[in-house]
């Protein structure tokens, strides 16, 4: 027994070591496979998407990321507003903040929502009636006054917005009556204003600047880093994230820009977050949407020829609703010379003519009372921003970018606007060529009128929209030597004249059809300057074909002079999108050439049948009144189409 004991006891050890180590096994197994999941369900509920542009939530200003190129940014759908005693300004908390780790502070609700006397319209699709809110008013933004923005007047910082009483609109298909609840007023804003946002170093700020007529900025390409200096107020602005994606090739057409703006179109949530609290203007807009959608046919009309548009019918009915019902509120806020400063001569001219009419005294579209508004107008100029602000070879456009934000944080910490849809009904027109980066991130909800508008740079179709860019060479006379010869008495093929060194496609351009290498194309570096710059427009009015060929940037004043002088565009420019894209068939009118194309020019030129060239020139001549600057505004003019473009966007963004 005494012998068998050992050899009992080696196999039950055997025994119990392969037990242990087989329990082991399982457990290490198991937790193997479960350890994904469970660190998964421990953090999805504070995982939020942060935007490259986006300022840190601590404020940490070296922990921005610069933009990518393409402008594909991940899309933030936080939208607070925290002041410096840690308070929420905004109307609602975002539901992602609870989740938030202790680093952030707690938020308070302070405000209630929004109070005119509305009795409810008839019935709206889709209405969701919590956002309709009883017997509210705006909200009571908390935020003590951040420090200085300069040239704010102070005069107005006490101002707080009407809440005049207001009368239902008419009543509305599908409109579900209970959704909307009486005594449901448009916000006014209780806050007191800030007594200052913190200014801009005043070392980069010029003193008694003159603007030059003709003056170019000696660097064109922006940088694309975002602000690294955070003020009091740290705001988060979602950047639009693109539905589109690129081509292999980089470059998209004028179809597969058509086919991104109608699927943009279907997928309008995606642009534009739900208001906070729905206003009667909101209704309206809902309402012109319905009735732009269901416009008649009618293409008969004797002003507007039919090929010329993507659907004439609706774009009529849009025009007529616009001029019926469209109230703007232009932001009185800010002083000169970035703010209110219009410039109505050169090739920034665009942005400033539309400035002067919308803030001119009789202008129809505009109302004081910011409670009616539809859109809202932040009138700066791009130019004079970078006139003012930019230090020459610093290559930094931080400070101008600060600027704006700075405010924006202003506004919408006096008045409650923006704060409810997030900048959506917000508008600007910025002709400067960096708007785009200067704007992508805290105004990315914003609709953009801009003259640089690059796929590759951020625009996002359905939301911005493409200003037409505009050489006023005589302000007091702006249709001075309009016109060109008839088709019949045009003997130049193609004409083409400007810098030879302004960004890469022009010297290609001249490589290959410089130094009258074809008498047919005339395509020359910059001419010698005469009196009234008559070489030059004597080659467009007696041209076939214009070239319009980018410079640093996509755009080009060359598009709408070519159209001024009777003469088809050929518009040589990968991912430009061109002046009312939204409206205009630009394809009837206007030739698009890929870059890459260069060597094939005449070539493609030639092959277009005689008959089809004079049609679109026939063409160009009845488009030309959507391009035309007037004293007086006129029907269809250019001040009418880009209000209409912004208003177009708007109303097919509508959600609530």
Request: proline share 10%.
């Amino acid at each position: 027994m005494s012998r068998e004991f050992p050899w009992l006891w080696k196999v039950e050890s055997r025994r119990f070591l392969w037990l242990l180590g087989l329990t082991f096994a399982l457990i290490v197994t198991f937790q193997y496979m479960e350890l994904p999941y469970a660190i998964s369900s421990i953090f999805s509920s504070t995982k939020i998407p942060i935007s490259r542009n986006s300022t840190s939530l601590i404020g940490d200003s070296t922990s921005a990321m610069a933009p990518s190129p393409g402008g594909d940014d991940e899309e933030v759908e936080v939208d607070q507003i925290f002041d410096s005693s840690l308070n929420s300004s905004a109307p609602a908390i975002s539901p992602i903040t609870a989740t938030l780790p202790p680093l952030l502070p707690t938020l308070k609700e302070n405000a209630t929502a929004p109070a005119p006397s509305a009795k409810s319209p008839a019935a709206l699709p889709g209405l969701n009636p919590s956002l309709v809110k009883e017997n509210v008013t705006s909200p009571a933004p908390s935020a003590k006054p951040p420090a200085a923005l300069p040239g704010l007047n102070p005069s107005l910082v006490n101002a707080t917005a009407p809440a005049p009483s207001v009368e239902a609109p008419a009543a509305l298909p599908d409109l579900n009556p209970s959704l909307v609840k009486e005594n449901a007023t448009v916000p006014v804003a209780s806050a007191k204003a800030p007594v200052a946002l913190p200014g801009i170093n005043p070392s980069p700020v010029k003193e008694n600047v003159t603007l030059p007529t003709t003056s170019k900025v000696p660097e064109r390409n922006p940088t694309k880093k975002n602000v690294g200096d955070v003020s009091p107020i740290v705001r988060f602005v979602p950047d639009v994230k693109e539905n589109a994606k690129m081509p292999d090739s980089g470059v998209m057409s004028i179809a597969e820009m058509s086919k991104q703006l109608r699927q943009n179109r279907i997928s309008h949530n995606r642009l534009a977050k739900k208001p906070k609290w729905v206003t009667k203007p909101d209704l309206e807009l809902l309402q012109a949407k319905y009735d732009i959608e269901n416009a008649p046919i009618d293409d008969k009309d004797p002003l507007l020829y039919a090929p010329l548009y993507r659907n004439v019918s609706m774009f009529k009915r849009s025009y007529e609703l616009m001029e019926k019902i469209l109230k703007v509120y232009a932001y009185k806020e800010g002083n000169k010379p970035i703010m209110h400063s219009p410039i109505l001569r050169g090739i920034y001219a665009s942005e400033g003519w539309f400035m002067n009419i919308i803030e001119s005294n009789n202008n129809k579209f505009v109302t004081k009372d910011p409670a009616k508004a539809h859109l809202f107008y932040l009138p700066f100029s791009s130019r004079m921003l970078e006139v003012t602000l930019y230090v020459q070879d610093s290559h930094s456009h931080r400070n101008l970018i600060k600027y704006l934000k700075d405010y924006i944080d202003f506004i919408s910490a006096k008045y409650p606007f923006w704060n409810r849809t997030s900048g959506a009904d917000h508008f600007l027109a910025a002709c400067h060529d960096w708007a785009p980066s200067e704007t992508r991130t805290h105004m990315a909800k914003s609709i953009r009128a801009l003259c640089n508008s690059d796929v590759k740079e951020g625009f996002v179709f359905g939301k911005d929209t493409s200003l037409p860019e505009t050489y006023v060479r005589d302000p007091k006379k702006p249709l001075s030597n309009m016109g060109g010869k008839s088709a019949n008495q045009r003997p130049i093929l193609a004409f083409f004249a400007g810098k030879p060194d302004h960004g890469y496609l022009r010297p290609i351009l001249l490589s290959y059809w410089g130094k009258n290498k074809d008498p047919d194309l005339k395509i020359f570096g910059k001419l010698p300057r005469t009196k009234g710059n008559k070489n030059y427009l004597q080659f467009m009015k007696t041209s076939k074909y214009c070239i319009c060929a980018k410079g640093f940037e996509v755009n080009s004043p060359r598009v709408v002079e070519a159209i001024f002088y009777d003469c088809v565009p050929v518009i040589i420019s990968d991912n430009f999108v061109p002046p009312f894209f939204e409206v205009l068939n630009w394809e009837s009118f206007a030739i698009f050439i890929p870059e890459k194309d260069i060597p094939n020019l005449k070539k493609i030129l030639m092959s277009i049948p005689e008959r089809q060239y004079r049609s679109m020139q026939m063409r160009v001549k009845k488009v030309q009144k959507h391009f035309l600057w007037h004293a007086k505004p006129e029907k269809y003019d250019m001040f009418h189409m880009i209000l209409h473009s912004i208003w177009y966007n708007r109303v097919f963004q509508i959600s609530v």
